[in-house]
Structures are given as structure tokens and as C-alpha cells.
């Protein structure tokens, strides 16, 4: 498995809109689940959206109807589009992979991590 690059993120008044960007510059996740986890401090990683290689997408009950993900396997890049975010989707955000059919937001079941990316939403 290959390196997973993030990109985006940064600071971003309530109501706004941010994207995160996740490339895979040496390897081709077309078959894997990928997602975007994000953790606060103090908190425990939680899983905020995965998008398996059947399209199947699961989202964290928080963030529905606010954030999309979504998958270019051509340019082989995993988005997150964040709108509307909230103080409370503060957090570091880290993009990941798993061989895993139906991972799901299961953070145990994904290998491969991105470096991490701070997303700080202002009131």
C-alpha cells in the first residue's frame, strides 16, 4: 500500500465551507474503502465518512446532510467537502484505507493513514 497525501484544511468561520483533499500518488485505492476520521483532544478517533469501492457511503450521524465525500479513482484523490461546519467538527482530520469489504467508520480496520490535517471552525 502507498502513501496517503492530505491537503486543505486550516481555519474556517461556522457556516462556511472547507475541503480536504487526500492523493495516493503511488498507488491505486480503486478496490479499497477509504474514509476521513477526525480527532479532537480529549476525545476518542471517530469516524466522520467512508466511501467503499462500491460507492457504498456511510456517514457519522453529526455530519449528515453538511459534508460530502467523495472518490476520483481516475486522479485516484478522496474529498471531503465540508459545509456548514460547526465549532464541535473541530478536530485533526486523517484520510485512510482499508482492504476491508463494509469497513465502515470502524477505525480498527484501516491500514494505511494520511499525516493528518487541523480543521479549526470558528463561532
Known amino acids: 500500500q502507498g502513501q496517503l497525501v492530505q491537503s486543505g484544511g486550516g481555519s474556517v468561520q461556522a457556516g462556511g465551507s472547507l475541503r480536504l483533499s487526500c492523493a495516493a500518488p503511488?498507488?491505486?485505492?480503486?478496490?479499497?474503502?477509504m474514509g476521513w476520521f477526525r480527532q479532537a483532544p480529549g476525545k476518542e478517533r471517530e469516524g466522520v465518512a467512508t466511501?467503499?469501492?462500491?460507492?457504498?457511503?456511510d456517514y457519522l450521524d453529526s455530519v449528515k446532510g453538511r459534508f460530502i465525500i467523495s472518490r476520483d479513482n481516475v486522479k485516484n484523490i478522496l474529498y471531503l467537502q465540508m459545509n456548514s461546519p460547526k465549532p464541535e467538527d473541530t478536530a485533526m482530520y486523517y484520510c485512510?484505507?482499508?482492504?476491508?469489504?463494509?469497513?465502515?467508520?470502524?477505525?480498527?480496520?484501516?491500514?494505511?493513514w494520511g499525516q493528518g490535517t487541523q480543521v479549526t471552525v470558528s463561532s
Open positions: 466511501i467503499d469501492s462500491d460507492g457504498t457511503i
Open positions: 485512510a484505507a482499508s482492504s476491508v469489504v463494509g469497513a465502515g467508520l470502524r477505525s480498527s480496520a484501516y491500514t494505511s
Open positions: 503511488r498507488f491505486s485505492y480503486e478496490r479499497f474503502c
